[in-house]
């Protein structure tokens, strides 16, 4: 099975910026829409960000603005920038095909922890 490996989180100020990457196998991952999510205990993992195979990309409404999507399909990556951290973006977060989500199919990696100090 293909897996998702989540790196790049850490502990972060308010008002700071962390780079998140992700990487996974195989030969399908330029054919379709990627997301971050992320976790927080006690809440349903939220996609947070998603870009599709032809790079548009949409946000949610608490992360718009501040965090940025993109894709490399050469190295079956997709990263996530965030900028200007707030407390509430503290989580544990994952990459995934959406479509897999959607169908319940999906195989999580180990996700990587952002916490944001206010």
């Known amino acids: 099975q293909m897996q998702f490996v989540e790196s790049g989180g850490g502990l972060a100020q308010a008002g700071g910026s962390l780079n998140l990457s992700c990487q996974t196998s195989g030969n399908i991952f330029s054919l379709y829409s990627v997301g971050w999510y992320r976790h927080t205990t006690g809440n349903q993992r939220a996609l947070v960000a998603a870009i599709t195979n032809d790079g548009g990309t949409t946000y949610d409404e608490s992360v718009k603005g501040r965090f940025a999507i993109s894709r490399d399909d050469a190295k079956n990556t997709v990263s996530l920038q965030m900028l200007n951290l707030k407390s509430e973006d503290t989580a544990v977060y994952y990459c995934?095909?959406?479509?897999?989500?959607?169908?319940?199919?999906?195989?999580w990696g180990p996700g990587t922890q952002v916490t944001v100090s206010s």
């Open positions: 995934n095909y959406p479509g897999a989500v959607i169908g319940g199919v999906a195989h």
